[in-house]
C-alpha cells in the first residue's frame, strides 16, 4: 500500500513535535467558540510512550478521556477531543508519559469521506447493494427487503430487538427447506460497534454469496442453516453517518443522563453481555467502554440473547469488527485457553489460510485467545456464545487494517476486504462440513448419499 496522506502528514507532525517540549505542546489554546458544535470540534491522535495497559492510561481510557485506536506493549495511539486536552496533558505530564500528536485533527479525514458518501447515496436506489461504497443503514434495509422478496422463501429477515430511538435490529435467516438431513447452525454478527463500517460490509457481503452463490448454494447451504445480524447497533451506526465526531462513535444512543454532554451517552454493546462481565469495561458512562448498569441492559443486546436462545446450539459463532487482522477466540476475560482451544484454533487457522490464498500472500491475520492477544475485556458476545450459549466456535474478526487507515478504512479497499473476507469463512465451513474447497478430504460416494 503506498503511504496515505494520513501517515505522511502524521510523519511531519511526529517530526516536528519529537523536538519540542513537551510544555509547548498544547496544539492549540482550547477556547469556547459557541459558534462550533461539539460535535464538529477536532478530535487528535496522540502517539504516547506507554501501552494502554499502563495504570495511568488505563485510568483515563476508563474515565473516557481518551479512546483506543492503537496499541502495543510499549506504546498507543489515542483519540483525544480537543476539550480534553489540557486534563490529559496533565495527567501525562504527572506520570513522566512521553508523547506528541501524530493527527491534529481526525475529522478533517472524516469530513470529506462523509461527503463523498452523501453524494453517493442520494443517488443510489435502495434494491441494489454494492461492495464499492459504504452504506446508510436505509441502503442496508432496502437491500434485506430485496432478497427476502427475491430469493423464494430461502431468506427470512427477522426482527430481534427494537431500539431506544425505535430502529428494529435485524436476523435474517438463510436456509434451503428442500434440503434434509443434519445441519451446521452459523450465527454472524456484523455492527455492533458503530464506527466499524468494514463489519456490516462483511457480513451482507457473506450473507449475499449464502444467498445467491450458486458454488455456495450447492456445497454449502444444504448442510448449513445461517443467521446473519447485519448491524447489530443500528442506532449507533445511523449516528456515524451524521456527520463530524459522530463518525467516530463506538457505543449504542441510549442517553445514560440528560445533564452530561453527548459522548456520556450510550453504553458498548459488545461489554453488555453477562458473562464475567464488567473484568476490562468501564462503569462510567462517559467511557467508550461503558459496560451499562447491569448485563443485557440494553434492548440491542436482550433482544439478540432471546433469539439466540431460541435458535438452539450453534456450530459457529462469527463477530466482525475492525480493525486489526486478526482471528480470536474466547476467552476476552482471562488468558488462560479455553477446553477446545486446539479446535478453536485449528478452525481459525483456515480463515487464515484463504485469506493469504486470496490475497497472494498480501493479507496477514494473527490468530489466538482474545485476552491473551488484546489484553482483557469482558461481556462481549462471542465469550457468551461460547461460554454462556455453548457455541463449538466463537470468533472475534478484527478486519482490515493494521491502523493505517484503522476505523476510517478507504471505500477502495471494501471489495477485496469483503472478498477475502468472504473465502476466509467459507475455508472454515468447508472444513467443518467436510465439503467444498476447504474440506479435509474428499467425500466417497456411499459418504456423499448419506448426507
Ligand atoms: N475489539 C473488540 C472489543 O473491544 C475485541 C473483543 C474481543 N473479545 C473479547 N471477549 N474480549 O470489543
Ligand atoms: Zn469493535
Given at each position: 500500500?503506498?503511504?496515505?496522506?494520513?501517515?505522511?502528514?502524521?510523519?511531519?507532525?511526529?517530526?516536528?513535535?519529537?523536538?519540542?517540549?513537551?510544555?509547548?505542546?498544547?496544539?492549540?489554546?482550547?477556547?469556547?467558540?459557541?459558534?462550533?458544535?461539539?460535535?464538529?470540534?477536532?478530535?487528535?491522535?496522540?502517539?504516547?510512550?506507554?501501552?494502554?495497559?499502563?495504570?495511568?492510561?488505563?485510568?483515563?481510557?476508563?474515565?473516557?478521556?481518551?479512546?483506543?485506536?492503537?496499541?502495543?506493549?510499549?506504546?498507543?495511539?489515542?483519540?483525544?477531543?480537543?476539550?480534553?486536552?489540557?486534563?490529559?496533558?496533565?495527567?501525562?505530564?504527572?506520570?513522566?508519559?512521553?508523547?506528541?500528536?501524530?493527527?491534529?485533527?481526525?475529522?478533517s479525514l472524516v469530513a470529506a469521506e462523509t461527503e463523498h458518501k452523501m453524494r453517493g447515496r442520494r443517488k443510489r436506489e435502495i434494491e441494489r447493494m454494492d461492495w464499492n461504497s459504504y452504506h446508510a443503514l436505509e441502503d442496508?434495509?432496502?437491500?434485506?427487503?430485496?432478497?427476502?422478496?427475491?430469493?423464494?422463501?430461502?431468506?427470512?429477515?427477522?426482527?430481534?430487538?427494537?431500539?431506544?430511538?425505535?430502529?428494529?435490529?435485524?436476523?435474517?435467516?438463510?436456509?434451503?427447506?428442500?434440503?434434509?438431513?443434519?445441519?451446521?447452525?452459523?450465527?454472524?454478527?456484523?455492527?455492533?460497534?458503530?464506527?466499524?463500517?468494514?463489519?456490516?460490509?462483511?457480513?451482507?457481503?457473506?450473507?449475499?454469496?449464502?444467498?445467491?452463490?450458486?458454488?455456495?448454494?450447492?456445497?454449502?447451504?444444504?448442510?448449513?442453516?445461517?443467521?446473519?445480524?447485519?448491524?447489530?447497533?443500528?442506532?449507533?451506526?445511523?449516528?456515524?453517518?451524521?456527520?463530524?465526531?459522530?463518525?467516530?462513535?463506538?457505543?449504542?444512543?441510549?442517553?445514560?443522563?440528560?445533564?452530561?454532554?453527548?459522548?456520556?451517552?450510550?453504553?458498548?454493546?459488545?461489554?453488555?453481555?453477562?458473562?464475567?462481565?464488567?473484568?476490562?469495561?468501564?462503569?462510567?458512562?462517559?467511557?467508550?467502554?461503558?459496560?451499562?448498569?447491569?448485563?443485557?441492559?440494553?434492548?440491542?443486546?436482550?433482544?439478540?440473547?432471546?433469539?439466540?436462545?431460541?435458535?438452539?446450539?450453534?456450530?459457529?459463532?462469527?463477530?466482525?469488527?475492525?480493525?486489526?487482522?486478526?482471528?480470536?477466540?474466547?476467552?476476552?476475560?482471562?488468558?488462560?485457553?479455553?477446553?477446545?482451544?486446539?479446535?478453536?484454533?485449528?478452525?481459525?487457522?483456515?480463515?487464515?489460510?484463504?485469506?493469504?490464498?486470496?490475497?497472494?500472500?498480501?493479507?496477514?491475520?494473527?490468530?489466538?485467545?482474545?485476552?491473551?492477544?488484546?489484553?482483557?475485556?469482558?461481556?462481549?458476545?462471542?465469550d457468551w456464545a461460547y461460554g454462556a450459549l455453548g457455541a463449538k466456535h466463537a470468533y472475534t474478526i478484527e478486519l482490515r487494517d493494521t491502523g493505517h487507515y484503522g476505523f476510517l478504512l478507504p471505500e477502495a479497499q471494501i471489495?477485496?476486504?469483503?472478498?477475502?473476507?468472504?473465502?476466509?469463512?467459507?475455508?472454515?465451513?468447508?472444513?467443518?462440513?467436510?465439503?467444498?474447497?476447504?474440506?479435509?478430504?474428499?467425500?466417497?460416494?456411499?459418504?456423499?448419499?448419506?448426507?
Amino acid at each position: 500500500m503506498p503511504p496515505s496522506p494520513m501517515a505522511c502528514y502524521a510523519f511531519i507532525l511526529v517530526l516536528l513535535q519529537i523536538f519540542t517540549p513537551i510544555s509547548a505542546r498544547l496544539i492549540r489554546p482550547v477556547t469556547n467558540n459557541t459558534l462550533v458544535s461539539d460535535g464538529d470540534r477536532p478530535v487528535q491522535l496522540w502517539r504516547v510512550g506507554a501501552s494502554l495497559q499502563h495504570p495511568s492510561l488505563q485510568h483515563l481510557l476508563l474515565q473516557g478521556l481518551i479512546e483506543k485506536w492503537a496499541d502495543d506493549a510499549t506504546s498507543s495511539l489515542v483519540m483525544v477531543r480537543e476539550e480534553d486536552v489540557p486534563e490529559v496533558q496533565a495527567a501525562l505530564q504527572e506520570e513522566q508519559v512521553e508523547y506528541n500528536v501524530a493527527v491534529e485533527d481526525l475529522l478533517s479525514l472524516v469530513a470529506a469521506e462523509t461527503e463523498h458518501k452523501m453524494r453517493g447515496r442520494r443517488k443510489r436506489e435502495i434494491e441494489r447493494m454494492d461492495w464499492n461504497s459504504y452504506h446508510a443503514l436505509e441502503d442496508i434495509e432496502g437491500y434485506l427487503g430485496w432478497l427476502n422478496a427475491s430469493t423464494n422463501g430461502v431468506v427470512q429477515v427477522l426482527s430481534a430487538a427494537t431500539t431506544q430511538e425505535g430502529r428494529p435490529v435485524y436476523v435474517v435467516r438463510v436456509n434451503d427447506r428442500g434440503a434434509t438431513g443434519p445441519k451446521k447452525r452459523i450465527w454472524i454478527e456484523g455492527g455492533i460497534h458503530a464506527r466499524e463500517w468494514i463489519s456490516p460490509a462483511a457480513t451482507t457481503f457473506i450473507l449475499h454469496q449464502v444467498a445467491t452463490n450458486p458454488d455456495w448454494q450447492r456445497t454449502i447451504l444444504p448442510h448449513t442453516e445461517w443467521y446473519f445480524v447485519p448491524v447489530a447497533n443500528p442506532d449507533g451506526y445511523a449516528h456515524t453517518f451524521t456527520g463530524g465526531r459522530a463518525r467516530l462513535w463506538r457505543k449504542n444512543r441510549r442517553v445514560n443522563d440528560n445533564a452530561l454532554p453527548d459522548r456520556c451517552n450510550g453504553v458498548d454493546l459488545n461489554r453488555n453481555w453477562d458473562l464475567k462481565w464488567g473484568v476490562g469495561a468501564s462503569q462510567n458512562p462517559c467511557s467508550e467502554l461503558y459496560m451499562g448498569e447491569v448485563p443485557f441492559s440494553e434492548a440491542e443486546t436482550t433482544g439478540l440473547k432471546y433469539f439466540m436462545e431460541r435458535v438452539g446450539p450453534l456450530d459457529l459463532f462469527i463477530t466482525f469488527h475492525s480493525y486489526g487482522q486478526s482471528v480470536l477466540y474466547p476467552w476476552g476475560w482471562t488468558k488462560d485457553p479455553p477446553k477446545n482451544a486446539k479446535m478453536l484454533h485449528r478452525v481459525g487457522r483456515r480463515f487464515l489460510e484463504a485469506v493469504q490464498h486470496v490475497s497472494k500472500g498480501q493479507v496477514d491475520y494473527t490468530l489466538g485467545g482474545s485476552g491473551a492477544m488484546l489484553g482483557f475485556a469482558s461481556g462481549a458476545t462471542d465469550d457468551w456464545a461460547y461460554g454462556a450459549l455453548g457455541a463449538k466456535h466463537a470468533y472475534t474478526i478484527e478486519l482490515r487494517d493494521t491502523g493505517h487507515y484503522g476505523f476510517l478504512l478507504p471505500e477502495a479497499q471494501i471489495g477485496s476486504t469483503v472478498r477475502e473476507t468472504a473465502a476466509g469463512v467459507q475455508c472454515m465451513v468447508t472444513y467443518m462440513i467436510n465439503n467444498g474447497v476447504c474440506a479435509r478430504r474428499r467425500r466417497n460416494a456411499r459418504n456423499r448419499n448419506n448426507v
